[in-house]
């Protein structure tokens, strides 16, 4: 029984891309570290807890995850359509939660964490996603008009209702680029992607002119040419950020001894364990860390398209470029905003942000990169 089980175990680790593994749990021990720092001065632990215990849920479920064909399970695409669609219109339900302007979470009680539809459904859209290219390439020319329009169809059917329910406009952008590098992958051509985004920022503007953008997130555009034009409203955040960031200089101030994270006030760094975690790096451990974080993540980020390089089958490489976009417009953006140069859409930092549902949606993304990785290996080394 005991050489069974050793055997089982023995199994499932040649099964998962270990390499994989190993950059996304040095990540997030990584961030569950500056998490205990950002949230010291309130004497919990609650938040360290969660996050621990989220990191074992997604190490677990990456194992899981990689032992799954994808190509098996983008059979079924018209029950994970349905389940996009279902798991989006939560929202609207009592269990639908507002929280800092945005209807984005789902509570159940007694359940120790939120969950945020838009993160599980990201997996699901892009395993849609790919099915779609890969019949379209098959059964239709992709440069067709009548292939183009099912799939910005698609699209705009998904984040047009994730939007008008939620209002939460980062989820939707990410949606949005991550749809345009799985098109380019697929070989839909140029013009087609630059006249929809060229399309998209026209549309942008419409509802810019005709003020059906919120007064508060058209700010937040705004403030990005005029970083003084606010500094104790909607620039407050950004401005405290940088002055995080510049006071750790090149080493920081040290683990536990940042000056706005440390600090009880609420006038210092705000969401310190969320969307501003890579502020606090900054501080504590300065430009060093910061390397180390951006280095981290885009080592993920090399990986996951390495693999769709090697993937047996175009939708399983169609699938780790979608993952590994994600990825990359979800670290620009919070980067991004940490540093002043793109606005606060509410994108936490993968891997290293507090989220107890974004980090076991993270490790089962990566879960289903090493499961392709694993099924790209000749036989005699699976």
């Known amino acids: 029984m005991l050489q069974r089980t050793k055997d089982w175990i023995t199994d499932l680790f040649h099964q998962a891309d270990m ?13 569950i570290l500056m998490i205990a720092s950002a949230t010291r001065y309130t004497g919990s632990m609650k938040n360290v807890i ?58 159940i009680e007694n359940f120790p964490i939120n969950i945020q539809p838009a993160e599980v459904v990201k997996i699901t859209f892009i395993i849609v996603l790919a099915k779609q290219l890969v019949w379209l390439k ?44 799985m098109l380019f992958v697929a070989g839909v051509a140029k013009r087609w992607i630059a006249l929809g985004l060229f399309g998209g920022g026209f549309g942008f503007y419409l509802l810019w002119q005709e003020d059906k953008i919120p007064p508060y997130m058209k700010a ?17 955040q950004q401005t405290r950020s940088l002055l995080a960031i510049g006071g750790g200089k090149l080493s920081g101030m040290g683990l536990f001894h940042g000056a706005q994270t440390q600090s009880e006030y609420s006038a210092s760094l705000p969401f310190r364990h969320t969307d501003f975690i890579f502020s606090v790096i900054g501080e504590e451990l300065g430009l060093i860390g910061c390397l180390a974080v951006v280095g981290l993540l885009a ?57 107890g549902s974004s980090v076991v949606t ?4 990566m879960g289903v990169v090493s499961g392709v990785q694993q099924r790209s290996r000749p036989e005699w080394l699976r």
């Open 50 to 107: 969660v996050q621990a215990c989220a990191l074992l849920l997604g190490v677990a479920l990456y194992f899981g995850v990689s032992l799954v064909d994808m190509n098996e399970v983008a059979k079924k695409w018209k029950w994970l359509a349905v389940f996009n669609v279902g798991f989006i219109l939560l929202l609207i339900t009592p269990l639908g939660i507002d929280a800092y302007g945005n209807r984005a979470w789902l509570g």
């Open 362 to 365: 993270l490790f089962v993304a």
């Open 220 to 236: 937040r555009f705004q403030i990005l040419f005029d970083h003084e034009a606010d500094t104790l409203d909607i620039g407050w």
């Open 299 to 355: 080592a993920i980020v090399i990986r996951c398209f390495v693999v769709a390089r090697k993937a047996k089958t175009p939708l399983e490489s169609y699938i780790c470029v979608g993952m590994g976009a994600m990825l990359i417009f979800q670290i620009v953006a919070n980067i991004g905003m940490c540093l002043f140069v793109m606005p606060v859409i509410g994108l936490t930092l993968p891997f290293f942000s507090y989220g």
């Open 138 to 181: 098959e059964k239709h020319d992709l440069k067709s008009v009548l292939s183009l329009a099912m799939l910005g169809g698609h699209l705009l059917v998904l984040i047009g209702l994730y939007y008008v329910i939620s209002g939460d406009m980062g989820s939707a952008l990410v949606y949005i680029f991550v749809f345009a590098c």
């Open 19 to 31: 390499l994989l593994l190993a950059l996304c749990s040095a990540a997030s021990l990584f961030g």
